[in-house]
């Protein structure tokens, strides 16, 4: 995501580097490249114009602390521009009203249909919501089925009427039939259309009047960049919806439309998707993507993830049983299974700062394949009790597994190694690691 942008940004800045103060002749070559790499990026002349001479009246001027270098100041000051471009704060989607109801528009081929089972995944699994999906694209017949797909993968209700054409009618029947059944979100999926296609557009616009959504969300492909912005604004002058949504943002290399949409239709971007997976949705955070942007990472999101998938009951097992030794294969496999419900690695692995860097060859999202393999030819004695692992016990795992012996001793070694640690951490030994990592630096 925005690779292209991050590495021409950092480039940018590299021109202050070893600078002891900032300069209008050093600052304006800085901006100048921060410019173009906005452009590249798909941004509009115009804002990356205005942008940069933000950035350049913040930068001239401006004190350096003894702790803070010329190029430190320059990335803090972009940072806040970027955020600031972006929207500044998050906006939270709107849910008032019983039911509340959301209505989803856009180009066909944007993605409405998915965005709106991952939405309603979202609102039930974090929002703690009863939500009803309503198939209102009456003119292609797959659409009907992929949302009924899509919904029972999620464990939500679809609404629909078969032979019926009016999308106004199917919706109005869907919310009172919400109402009686005390549901406490309805999410209206509706047609593709083009924002020149009259018709199209008065149906929807009709819609819209009939219902009288809490949220109307427009979606919209990120990867298409400026053609994302121009439909964005065209659909809001004649719909005047409440937020954004931006798909595929995890294939977008460049980031004009993230970057410049919340300018152009002063809307804000409320979710954005990740991938294809129902969980693979996030909410929108300004200041969280300029950190990324600038190859900061996003910890924040990061520590989120994790927190959505712990368990306290079994936190507390694990604490138990860390304190006594105890710590075997099977809470070892339990501990990646939490991992890989948080995501992708390759995601999450651009979420710890200085990660950017890394290619994507070099992550691979199937790691833990050949340990689950392993750990899965492994007998319930053995999984119990690490401590009866010997020659022959790994010679058979290797075979069973499909693996060799060498990358058996690798788990285990890195089992012993995760046991060690996780112990450490558990009864105080936080201090004890810091000691160990200060020794080390000072052997070095």
Request: net charge neutral.
């Amino acid at each position: 995501m925005f690779e292209g942008l991050t590495e021409k940004l950092e480039r940018s800045f590299k021109i202050l580097k070893g600078q002891g103060y900032i300069t209008e002749i050093n600052v304006a070559e800085t901006v100048k490249e921060v410019r173009k790499a906005l452009l590249d990026a798909d941004v509009s002349y115009k804002i990356a114009k205005d942008v940069t001479n933000d950035i350049k009246e913040k930068a001239i001027g401006q004190k350096i602390l003894t702790s803070v270098s010329p190029s430190q100041l320059m990335v803090k000051i972009v940072h806040d521009e970027l955020a600031e471009l972006m929207g500044g704060e998050h906006s939270e989607i709107n849910l008032k009203g019983s039911p509340a109801v959301v209505l989803i528009a856009g180009l066909q081929g944007s993605g409405k249909t998915t965005f709106s089972a991952k939405l309603a995944n979202f609102l039930k699994n974090k929002k703690g919501k009863t939500v009803m999906l309503v198939a209102g694209d009456v003119y292609r017949p797959a659409a009907i089925d992929q949302l009924k797909v899509l919904g029972e993968q999620v464990g939500v209700e679809v609404y629909s009427e078969e032979g019926n054409k009016n999308p106004v009618q199917i919706a109005e029947n869907a919310i009172a039939k919400a109402k009686r059944d005390n549901k406490n979100v309805v999410i209206i999926d509706t047609a593709g259309r083009l924002a020149v296609d009259e018709e199209m557009m008065d149906e929807i616009a009709k819609i819209k009047e009939t219902v009288k959504p809490q949220e109307t969300l427009f979606v919209v492909d990120s990867m298409t960049g400026q053609d994302a912005v121009n439909t964005a604004k065209a659909f809001n002058d004649r719909l005047d919806f409440d937020g954004v949504v931006l798909t595929k943002l995890d294939g977008d290399t460049r980031g004009g439309a993230a970057l410049t949409i919340r300018t152009v239709v002063e809307k804000p971007i409320k979710f954005v998707g990740l991938g294809e997976k129902m969980d693979a949705l996030d909410i929108f955070y300004p200041k969280r993507m300029a950190d990324r942007i600038l190859g900061m990472g996003d910890i924040v999101s990061l520590v989120e993830k994790a927190q959505e998938q712990f368990d306290a009951e079994e936190a507390a097992k694990l604490k138990k049983k860390l304190a006594k030794n105890e710590f075997n294969y099977n809470d070892f496999l339990k501990q990646i299974q939490q991992i890989k419900k948080m995501g992708s690695i390759k995601d999450l692995a651009k979420m710890i700062p200085g990660m950017n860097k890394i290619d994507d060859e070099e992550i691979d999202d199937d790691a833990f394949k050949s340990i689950e393999a392993i750990i899965g030819s492994m007998t319930p004695e053995e999984r119990e009790n690490p401590k009866i692992m010997n020659g022959s016990r790994k010679r058979r795992i290797a075979l069973g597994s499909g693996n060799s012996i060498e990358e058996v001793n690798r788990l285990i070694k890195q089992f012993d190694e995760t046991s060690k640690m996780m112990r450490m951490m558990t009864t105080g030994g936080a201090k004890k690691m810091m000691q160990m990592m200060q020794q080390a630096k000072r052997r070095r």
